[in-house]
């Protein structure tokens, strides 16, 4: 049986939002609690790499997840059949989440004994990457169909996140997708960028993946 | 040899833009000019589309493009290697383009013998579908590795947009994709859109596509 809140997001009033996110980690760090903001394009399987990253994870660290999306609840659905704990957030159009709705998000999820709370981000390259949602750690996906210039062209999102993941990786060969030209491009606008190619369908590198998210959880917690 | 300018546009100043957005579509109607307004997510399909469909009008009509981006210069390289006029648009930052935006670009891109402008949007399938940018048409491309749940969770874009092209088709066999429920959903949201599956890689539903531009290019400027 899937079961989850849906919450409606209200508009920041807060002006200064990188003052927010630093308050909001100093008391993610007091609760003991790590956050990842996962961000990509829609359509590049950030939903299907969630729910198999809790699955190898959910038994050793307890996960809470925020899905975001302008409507709809399928994100919500999907994960949590996985049995962790999930809160579908709805942004009213809104095209990103800042550090004060992301705590509403946090409020709402509840984080009493949640090692990892995952955000979900809206599928958007361009909004998301503007704004610090008070996240530990930015995570993003690049799907090999978007293409290897997606760093020339989105620049600043390849800049924020700490862990790049190119996904689909299994259908490489049908697309033209140069993945040295790819890694080459975002490791210069991001030389300390960690790139895991991966296949969130058949799991090639998500042993990779899930090990690194688990350190840096027990390191923020511990 | 490809050749066009860069322009970086300026924000708007103005605050209704549903006024600025008629009054720019009348102009070209004066000026016997039709714009085209296409969007999509990051890594759609946008470019090559847009090549072959230039490939396909260019010796029936004069066409100009417009290619929006945050920054790069590569889909305007990409589309001038075709012979028709380009000129790349830099948006700074911003997510989408409004009508006094795409006005400007307009103006730089130089609309004299021009039957058709294409405006490139920036990829994002969320902020761009809250801005009426003057088009006489909205198209939207939407990829079979995105997922066939898109209308569900952007609805907003498939609400505005005259046509939509499902693009890469060629792929369908590779991913769980039902092009039957994408059709559905998206008709459920607007019954009177237009929906094409095409191959822009291979060419498949490019002629139905580019022989509705086509008419509603000569319905506009006649």
Redesign the interface.
Known sequence: MSSFKILEIKKSIFENNDKQADELRQELKGKKTFLLNLMS????GKTTTLKNTILALKDKINIGVMEA????A??AVTISETGVKVIQLHTG?M?HLDASMTKQGLEGLGIENIDLAILEN??????PA?FDTGAVKNAMIL?V???D??P?????MFTICDVLLIN?I??ME??DFDINKCIERAKKLNPNIKIIPISAKFGDGLEEWTNWLYQEVQKWIK
Do not use: A
């Open positions: 394009s829609p359509g590049s999306d302008i409507d709809s399928v994100d159009g095209c809206i599928g958007n390259l361009v909004c503007e799907s169909p978007e293409g210039d997606k020339l062209k989105y620049p600043l689909k299994d259908v049908y697309f």
